[in-house]
């Protein structure tokens, strides 16, 4: 009995006392309450001053693993694949005209340059080319004409496929010619033939010492000058300001 007597009265007296210290120390409710030793439940916000709580964050939570990227969904930005083998190298693109002659170099001048661009005269690639000429060989009958290898560009995809393209066949006429291994006509010095770089073309209408350059074609038609001026444009040389028409050849000064 008087132990409970005794209970009660504590039970009593501590809240009073309590009530009282906190008075006398002017400490708050809420400072009372942080001093008090009893822990928050787990859950509650460490702090409800300053606006919304933020949730405790434990030191020895572990980061958050990075998210494994599911090998069944595409990446946006796949990486390139990287071989190790090296790749061969390509091989040479034919040229775009499709000829299998070389580039056609600059028309030389004199006897030095005509070596020089050419290589000896009667030599191995004098007659190395070759353009199929209408009438070439006779009226009606179209025949291959020998060069140098060096302007076989310009014969077949200068001056032939412009005749061709300009349906101007009929415009050569018998005969026409190119490498030859002989002297000049009337002298004793190497012909620019013998280079396999000068074409003689309607030879029977416009024979060595003529003045004028007869235009007419194998179908007995005029064509003025077609061929001479087409000749020119392809950087050739005229004969006919040394009298003789039928003559054409890739070098000056010679």
Avoid at 105 to 123: A, M, V
Wanted: proline share 12%; hydrophobic share 30%.
């Amino acid at each position: 009995m008087t132990d409970d007597f005794c209970d009660s009265r504590r039970s009593l007296v501590r809240p009073f006392l309590v009530g009282t210290l906190i008075g006398l120390l002017g400490l708050t409710p809420l400072a009372a309450m942080a001093s008090d030793p009893t822990p928050l439940p787990e859950g509650s916000p460490t702090s409800v001053i300053g606006g919304d709580p933020s949730p405790t964050e434990s030191a020895s939570s572990p980061e958050p693993a990075e998210p494994t990227p599911d090998a069944s969904s595409p990446s946006t930005s796949p990486s390139p694949s990287v071989s190790s083998s090296v790749s061969p190298s390509p091989s040479p693109s034919p040229s775009p005209s499709g000829s299998p002659y070389p580039e056609t170099p600059p028309r030389p001048d004199g006897l030095s340059g005509l070596q020089s661009t050419f290589g000896r005269h009667c030599g191995p690639k004098a007659n190395d080319a070759r353009a199929y000429f209408p009438n070439a060989w006779g009226r009606g009958k179209d025949g291959y004409v020998y060069t140098h290898l060096k302007i076989g560009r310009v014969m077949n995809q200068g001056i032939l496929r412009s005749i061709l393209d300009d349906k101007k066949g009929k415009a050569v006429d018998y005969g026409v010619w190119g490498y030859a291994c002989r002297a000049k006509t009337g002298g004793t010095s190497w012909s620019v033939h013998s280079w396999g770089v000068a074409i003689d073309t309607n030879t029977l209408r416009n024979p060595y010492g003529q003045t004028w350059w007869d235009g007419r074609g194998a179908n007995g038609k005029r064509f003025g000058r077609y061929l001479p001026n087409l000749w020119m444009s392809r950087n050739f040389y005229w004969g006919l300001n040394f009298n003789d028409p039928m003559h054409f050849q890739y070098v000056t000064g010679y």
